[in-house]
């Protein structure tokens, strides 16, 4: 057996593809540890895998305001030092980054004792983590079409994102219905991430009445803090109750994406990750104050392939009714699928356990 020391910590898009590979690991007879932050996203998460072994270590973003550049350089200390302590004690095989703050530490710890470091940016505009540790590490997985400037090609590989085992296609009817939602009517998914995004609530709530009376149902993940779980009753056109849900934090998220005939969302790797999987169809509002503008680029490519629309926050009266009408049909739906079917083939994870344990006895 050996040991994997995996930093994933600080938001969703980090910490799910950890755990992917965590799991994926743990399969092989190996010994998985995740590094996450302290943060309540994390927490909330990780306490869904009790099989898995997770370490919370201090840490906070990087910033030039003079507080938070004091707090980020005091709390990163603290975190080396711990990871210096679980390098010397757990050996590992190699030590693997997700980007964030939770992956400077250990990464830096890793190298002074020369354990292999390993880095995985999700996101189509590789991210200051990446750009600055990737001189670090002996190989850095990267997304496709992806390059890093000044980086020896040889130890770039172009894979997509881990995904979790649990996320999968499932029966749409029975998701529909484990929300307490009608099975024979169609259902539009608003996501704005592990973190929520206002803008993007805000469309679901004032577009619920519209939906409703076209008899579509909405199933909105608000995020944390951001207003009480709630049902919505609307009366259709026809006379028939439309039930819409808003829920603060999704833990069931392959019954969500299952639930969904379309799903609007940011653009998150991750996100969109788990989209292609469950092969759902989307209307991508990308965050306009995502670092380096990398939730822009991460749509872009996908609408490329043909697995979603794209809409700029600026423009988001643009999905009203009338657009919605057009997306929803069943031949912009099938068509749409058919696209996330021949991306779906792609096994991220099992392309780095290859590479990661081939050369463990």
């Known amino acids: 057996m050996s ?58 973003g990087f910033t030039w305001k003079p507080v938070g550049l004091v707090k980020c350089v005091y709390t990163q200390t603290q975190a080396f030092f711990n990871c210096l302590k679980l390098v010397r004690n757990f ?9 964030g703050f939770t992956s400077a530490a250990i990464i830096i710890a890793a190298r002074l004792h020369r354990v292999r470091v390993c880095l995985h940016e999700s996101n189509h505009v590789p991210g200051l983590a990446m750009r600055t540790l990737g001189r670090l590490a002996q190989r850095i997985y990267l997304p496709p079409e992806v390059t890093l400037p000044h980086m020896r090609t040889s130890k770039l590989v172009s894979i997509g994102m881990p995904v979790r085992r649990e996320i999968k296609r499932m029966d749409k009817e029975m998701c529909k219905q484990f929300f307490g939602l009608d099975p024979t009517k169609q259902v539009v998914g ?6 929520g995004a206002l803008a993007l609530n805000d469309w679901a709530r004032n577009h619920v009445e519209i939906l409703g009376k076209n008899e579509i149902q909405v199933l909105c993940v608000t995020g944390l803090g951001k207003g009480p779980d709630e049902t919505r009753e609307t009366v259709s056109d026809k006379g028939v109750v439309v039930k819409s849900r808003f829920i603060g934090f999704c833990s069931t998220m392959p019954e969500f994406l299952n639930a969904c005939d379309l799903v609007i969302s940011r653009a998150g790797a991750g996100s969109i990750a788990e989209l292609i999987t469950c092969q759902v169809p989307s209307i991508l509002i990308p965050y306009p104050q995502a670092a380096d503008n990398h939730q822009a680029a991460n749509a872009a490519y996908f609408e490329k392939k043909g697995g979603c629309f794209v809409i700029n926050q600026a423009e988001l009266t643009r999905l009203d009714w009338d657009f919605l009408k057009a997306c929803i049909t069943d031949t912009h739906l099938e068509k749409i699928r058919a696209n996330l079917a021949i991306l779906s083939q792609d096994n991220p994870c099992e392309v780095m356990i290859h590479d990661l344990t081939r050369s463990v006895s």
């Open 91 to 99: 050996k590992p095989q190699a030590v693997i980054g997700f980007g």
């Open 190 to 195: 608003v996501l704005g991430g592990s973190q």
């Open 3 to 60: 040991y994997f020391l995996i930093s994933c910590g600080g938001t969703g898009g980090h910490l799910s593809p950890g755990i992917a590979l965590a799991e994926a690991l743990t399969e092989k007879g190996h010994q998985p540890i995740l590094l996450i932050s302290k943060k309540k996203v994390d927490v909330t998460l990780s306490q869904k895998y009790p099989h898995l072994q997770f370490r919370a270590i201090p840490g906070t």
